[in-house]
């Protein structure tokens, strides 16, 4: 229309036509502002519209409503792409579920089913409520949860989620989760929150605004008084009209979140880019984040045995396979079993007791061996003492003859997250509950810069502070005493969205799984949206600023303004586009890649 106008004076009202139409909604947002007693960025444009149609320059006020509206249906584009990848969680959700009644099924809706129930899930279908698996086996799609493209297969005993795919066999899956707790349901709030919280940076334009229009009204009534020239004054209103400047921040935000949520990351908290932006120093827990939590036995040690290692490691894996405690169940599950078992005793918090094929035996701690096995255990604590690892002492018949090393798995790809944040320049920090010289080892095999040991959960958050008082921290952790710690840092992050309740609620970003490697590629891309923003802010003030000085010189009219300004808008979006698309995340990494805690060059 505005084209039309200009080949054609007769059409002079199209213009205002498209002035009406495209600056009403914008004249809506300004006049709600005004009622809550808010300043916005968008008043700014108002006043030049304004001061458009006080110069009859239609063109000039239909041209520059227009843009307007493009750029907010722009923004509204790459909002969407943004979303795209998290907002595919809302259309996973069922209403129904296969309720298992004897030999036969009937839809049931997921509201009615209590934990406990059995469900059945057919090839093809989505898992509606989480639970666990107790027949039938099958390959799992979590991409829509986790962004991971392998499926996972699951069997009997195997936990398994609503919201991700069962791809192959029919599965009966016993509830857990009710539909109001469940993955899903814990999405949509995770997602609410998302949608709901605002950051700092997203109120850079609103925070400048009162300024900006002080600055603006100041220049005009200058122009005025040096010129005399109310068409120059009012020219001012229209070249400063800050479009660039209020769509530069939420798109680049937003096409970050995006950028996270097709890599398996969510956004929960938006001010935790300009946070992770200005981190220094990265926090880990320990079990569970840049370990597995799973122990494994490194063998036996004898001090003082007269049978071979392999004898006594299957003659004591066979005694704990009745134990029911972590470092027992390992020392089972990684050797193999000798002798039949009789006379099985545990004691709780030393240790078990038991006969293997007629010999007494006894594992456990110091304690025990004590008052069952005292004979040798000066030896055998002298030459532990200072060791890297949990120990378990085994004595037989009164005798302690040596000790089982154990220790905590390293994640596969903890020691390559750590080298790639070394080389942002960020310093990496364990905070663990074990002694000083566990904590060590595993720090050491890592590469991390340093290790609190012997941490509760307020040593934690305590430690946090202290960091805080100088510095920006990001703390990683999974577990329920993570989130004091997660809630106080700059930025945190839990670890899998299938984690603890507590740290997935206390953190602001959440890795849809137990990945860290996620983590040097969420920093480089906050650091590259902040840094896309900034430019963003500086290119928009410049074109204004630049424009400002034509039009006071009385060098450019309201139309040449609008260009300029409105073509600077152009820019800010393709930058702050560029973000959805930026590849920060590295070649990704497989266990392949990874050996014995150090990355093969």
């Known amino acids: 229309m505005v084209v039309l106008a200009v080949l054609n004076e007769d059409l002079w009202f199209l213009p205002i036509i498209s002035t009406v139409v495209c600056g009403a909604p914008i004249l809506k947002e300004v006049i709600i502002d005004t009622m809550n007693k808010e300043v916005s960025a968008e008043a700014l444009v108002v006043s030049a519209l304004i001061a458009c149609l006080v110069l009859k320059e239609y063109i000039a006020a239909a041209e520059i409503a227009i843009i307007m509206a493009v750029g907010e249906l722009l923004e509204d584009i790459i909002t969407t792409k943004a979303r795209s990848g998290i907002d595919a969680l809302g259309k996973v ?14 839809n049931l809706p997921l509201e009615d089913i209590e934990v406990g129930g059995c469900i059945r899930v057919f090839p093809g279908e989505t898992i509606p409520l989480d639970g666990i698996v107790v027949q039938g086996n099958s390959s799992i799609n979590k991409s829509i949860m986790t ?46 929150e998302a949608d709901a919280s605002k950051s700092r940076i997203v109120n850079t334009a609103d925070r400048w605004t009162k300024y900006i229009l002080l600055g603006t009204a100041i220049l005009t009534a200058v122009t005025y ?6 068409y120059r004054a009012l020219t001012i209103m229209v070249v400063f009209c800050p479009c660039a400047f209020i769509l530069a921040t939420p798109t680049g935000i937003m096409a970050a979140s995006g950028n996270m949520a097709r890599n398996g990351v969510l956004l929960k908290n938006s001010s935790a880019i300009e946070g992770m932006n200005k981190v220094t120093t990265v926090l880990f827990d320990k079990t569970g984040t840049l370990t597995t939590g799973k122990i494994h036995s490194k063998g036996f040690v004898s001090t003082s045995s007269a049978l071979p290692k392999g004898t ?36 709780a918090g030393q240790g078990i007791i038991g006969t293997v094929d007629g010999i007494r035996i006894a594992a456990g701690n110091a304690d025990l061996m004590t008052t069952e096995s005292p004979e040798g255990l000066d030896i055998a604590v002298s030459s532990s003492q200072d060791l890297p690892c949990t120990v378990v002492y085994v004595g037989m018949d009164g005798k302690c003859i040596g000790y089982f090393e154990l220790e905590d798995t390293i994640k596969d790809d903890s020691c ?43 040593t934690k958050m305590n430690t946090v502070e202290n960091f805080e008082r100088t510095e920006c921290t990001c703390m990683l952790g999974d577990g329920m005493n993570d989130a004091p ?14 984690g603890n309740d507590v740290a997935v609620e206390s953190s602001d970003i959440i890795l849809m799984e137990d990945n ?30 630049s424009g400002t000085v034509l039009a006071m010189l009385g060098m450019i009219g309201p139309i040449a303004g609008a260009i300029l300004h409105n073509g600077g808008s152009l820019i800010v979006i393709l930058l702050a586009s560029s973000v959805l698309w930026a590849d920060t995340w590295g070649p990704g990494k497989s266990v392949h890649d990874f050996d014995k805690g150090t990355i093969r060059d």
């Open 93 to 106: 959700k069922v209403d129904n579920a296969h309720m298992i009644d004897g030999e036969s099924t009937y």
């Open 147 to 192: 962004g991971e493209s392998v499926p996972v297969d699951v069997k009997p005993g195997d936990e398994v989620f609503s919201g991700t795919s069962n791809l192959y066999g029919s599965i009966d899956i016993q509830v857990t989760r009710c539909d109001s707790e469940g993955m899903m349901a814990r999405m949509s709030r995770l997602l609410a």
């Open 225 to 230: 008084i040096v010129t005399q020239d109310v």
């Open 312 to 347: 006594v490691e299957g003659m004591v894996a066979s005694l704990e396979s009745r134990s029911e405690h972590p470092l027992g169940k390992a020392i089972a599950t990684d050797h193999g079993h000798i002798g039949t078992v009789e006379s099985f005793m545990n004691v």
């Open 416 to 458: 390559w997250t750590v080298k790639e944040l070394r080389k942002e320049g960020v310093r990496t920090i364990m905070l663990t509950g074990d002694m000083q010289t566990v904590a060590r080892n595993v720090a050491e095999r890592i590469g991390l810069d340093d290790v609190v040991w012997k941490c509760k959960p307020e």
């Open 485 to 498: 710690s997660l809630r106080r840092a700059t930025v945190g992050i839990s670890m899998g969205a299938i």
């Open 516 to 545: 860290i490697s996620k983590l040097p590629g969420i920093y480089r891309l906050c650091k590259r949206t902040v840094k896309t923003i900034v430019l963003g802010l500086t290119l928009s003030m410049a074109i204004n600023i």
